[in-house]
């Protein structure tokens, strides 16, 4: 079951920019407690629509045809607020998974160094598409902000946008997208999704719509009216074979995602909880100097991301920003199977 969040007003959005970090039980403001309205999702859908209602009957007769097995029944706490898709059921072999093919997108790099920013597509054996991450807003092709020290690279053909047509997709074909976190080099696109369900881990869907001013920079992208998300808490089983895990301690509420292939095996995409290999032990890890949480979390994120990846036989280990690792990689439109 999906989740509607009512979108708020984009002039509320600037303001919040604006103003410095407010503390939570003020975050809101005068505009009161944030409304969510769960609903079935096919209301959802016919609810945000805005192409030609032939249009709109078209696809869903796409949709339909692909004959889709039910998206994993999500448990209601209660709080109307409140959405857990089922648990992850640890064990799950590669033959359980119903996913076919994971692309890694290269999205862009950062100098120096050559650091990739990555994002990722998974194409389901039923025809779903999922996608995690969008890179930097694609207004950094022509004018980057560049944050100190750091030069943003991208190409018009590397936009997410362009990465997908180039697999034959537009951005209206995407289902699901997974949202590690709102870091603007994982966030910067989010807009163009508005046919998908966003999948965000509820505490930093709330830290950062509290105005927390490191996800304000980018918050027209993805704060944007037309989009919907899903809230989840901790780690939950998207849809066969597509597993996200919770590892906060980058920013609060991260998560990475286990992808579960028929050939290659299980593959983790760690993304921000251990950006580069040299983070990959817990005990020796160093903090990063954007890591947001307590160094505890950290840790025991870096810790779960390893402990996982080898309880479940993980085949690869994707760091989130590793530039040594990336060169030996299977990049789209290579893909992993
Ligand atoms: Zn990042």
């Not at 708020?8 to 009161?32: F, L, W, Y």
């Not at 994993?72 to 209660?78: E, F, K, L, R, T």
């Not at 286990?258 to 903090?287: C, Q």
């Given at each position: 079951?999906?989740v509607?969040v009512?979108?708020?007003?984009?002039?509320?959005?600037?303001?919040?920019?604006?103003?410095?970090?407010?503390?939570?039980?003020?975050?809101?403001?005068?505009?009161?407690?944030?409304?969510v309205?769960?609903?079935?999702?096919?209301?959802?859908?016919?609810?945000?629509?805005?192409?030609?209602?032939?249009?709109?009957?078209?696809?869903?007769?796409?949709?339909?045809?692909?004959?889709?097995?039910?998206?994993?029944?999500?448990?209601?706490?209660?709080?109307?607020s409140t959405i857990e898709?089922?648990?992850?059921?640890?064990?799950?072999?590669?033959?359980?998974?119903?996913?076919?093919?994971?692309?890694?997108?290269?999205?862009?790099?950062?100098?120096?160094?050559?650091?990739?920013?990555?994002?990722?597509?998974?194409?389901?054996?039923?025809?779903?598409?999922?996608?995690?991450?969008?890179?930097?807003?694609?207004?950094?092709?022509?004018?980057?902000?560049?944050?100190?020290?750091?030069?943003?690279?991208?190409?018009?053909?590397?936009?997410?946008?362009?990465?997908?047509?180039?697999?034959?997709?537009?951005?209206?074909?995407?289902?699901?997208?997974?949202?590690?976190?709102?870091?603007?080099?994982?966030?910067?696109?989010?807009?163009?999704?508005?046919?998908?369900?966003?999948v965000v881990q509820r505490?930093?869907y709330e830290?950062?719509?509290?105005?927390?001013?490191?996800?304000?920079?980018?918050?027209?992208?993805?704060?944007?009216?037309?989009?919907?998300y899903s809230l989840v808490d901790?780690?939950?089983?998207?849809?066969?074979?597509?597993?996200?895990?919770?590892?906060?301690?980058?920013?609060?509420?991260?998560?990475?995602?286990?992808?579960?292939?028929?050939?290659?095996?299980?593959?983790?995409?760690?993304?921000?909880?251990?950006?580069?290999?040299?983070?990959?032990?817990?005990?020796?890890?160093?903090?990063?100097?954007?890591?947001?949480?307590?160094?505890?979390?950290?840790?025991?994120?870096?810790?779960?991301?390893?402990?996982?990846?080898?309880?479940?036989?993980?085949?690869?280990?994707?760091?989130?920003?590793?530039?040594?690792?990336?060169?030996?990689?299977?990049?789209?439109?290579?893909?992993?199977?």
């Open positions: 079951m999906a509607r009512t979108p708020e007003r984009r002039g509320q959005a600037r303001k919040d920019e604006a103003r410095p970090t407010p503390p939570p039980a003020a975050a809101n403001g005068s505009r009161g407690a944030r409304t309205h769960a609903q079935p999702m096919h209301e959802a859908r016919i609810g945000r629509c805005s192409r030609p209602r032939e249009a709109c009957a078209e696809k869903s007769r796409r949709r339909a045809a692909r004959q889709r097995p039910a998206v994993p029944a999500p448990v209601s706490s209660g709080r109307d898709f089922r648990s992850v059921s640890v064990g799950g072999g590669p033959q359980e998974g119903s996913v076919m093919r994971l692309y890694l997108l290269d999205l862009g790099v950062m100098q120096p160094g050559n650091v990739p920013v990555p994002g990722y597509l998974i194409r389901a054996d039923d025809g779903r598409t999922i996608l995690v991450d969008t890179g930097w807003p694609r207004s950094f092709v022509d004018t980057p902000r560049n944050p100190p020290g750091l030069s943003i690279e991208i190409k018009p053909e590397e936009t997410v946008a362009a990465r997908l047509a180039a697999l034959g997709l537009d951005v209206s074909d995407i289902d699901y997208l997974i949202c590690s976190h709102f870091d603007d080099d994982h966030s910067g696109n989010h807009d163009l999704f508005v046919n998908a369900e966003l505490e930093h830290l950062a719509r509290s105005g927390h001013p490191r996800f304000a920079a980018n918050r027209a992208a993805w704060d944007h009216p037309s989009l919907r901790g780690d939950v089983e998207l849809v066969p074979g597509v597993e996200l895990l919770e590892t906060s301690g980058h920013v609060p509420g991260h998560q990475s995602v286990l992808v579960r292939l028929p050939v290659t095996g299980p593959v983790m995409l760690a993304i921000d909880a251990v950006m580069h290999s040299s983070m990959a032990d817990a005990a020796t890890r160093e903090m990063f100097v954007t890591d947001m949480d307590d160094e505890a979390r950290i840790r025991r994120s870096t810790r779960k991301v390893s402990d996982i990846a080898e309880a479940r036989g993980a085949a690869l280990v994707v760091y989130g920003h590793d530039a040594d690792q990336w060169a030996t990689l299977r990049r789209a439109p290579a893909f992993y199977e």
